[in-house]
């Protein structure tokens, strides 16, 4: 069993930066891939990003590639997800997610545990 707090949401304007964290817990999270994920109002929850277990290889959206980096420290249980030149496309509630398994998968079903969000609202 995992559970996950996401923080470091806010109100941010265009072309600012945000640093989103998830703390995680249970002994095991450093067996866990890790995703973030988020949802616009009258969306569907989209990918955002993801990590192995090692950090060794992450995966990206289109729409966030070269703007955002997901990272993670196993010795705190947390990963964070660090979010460059936002724009008020980015706006959405962001959610951290867990993966039991060692494959990086983009979609919500793929994943075993979520956290509850956190806000992200970015001003023109």
């Known amino acids: 069993q995992v559970q996950l707090v996401e923080s470091g949401g806010g109100l941010v304007q265009a072309g600012g930066s945000l640093r989103l964290s998830c703390a995680a817990s249970?002994?095991?999270?450093?067996?866990?891939?890790m995703g973030w994920f988020r949802q616009a109002p009258g969306k569907e929850r989209e990918f955002v990003a993801a990590?192995?277990?090692?950090?060794?290889?992450?995966y990206y959206a289109d729409s966030v590639k070269g703007r955002f980096t997901i990272s993670r420290d196993n010795a705190k249980n947390t990963v964070y997800l660090q979010m460059n030149s936002l724009n008020p496309e980015d706006t959405a509630v962001y959610y951290c997610?867990?993966?039991?398994?060692?494959?990086?998968?983009?979609?919500?079903?793929?994943?075993?545990?979520w956290g509850q969000g956190t806000q992200v609202t970015v001003s023109s």
């Open positions: 249970g002994r095991t999270f450093s067996r866990y891939t």
């Open positions: 997610a867990a993966r039991n398994s060692p494959v990086v998968r983009t979609r919500t079903y793929d994943y075993n545990y």
């Open positions: 990590i192995t277990w090692s950090g060794g290889s992450t």
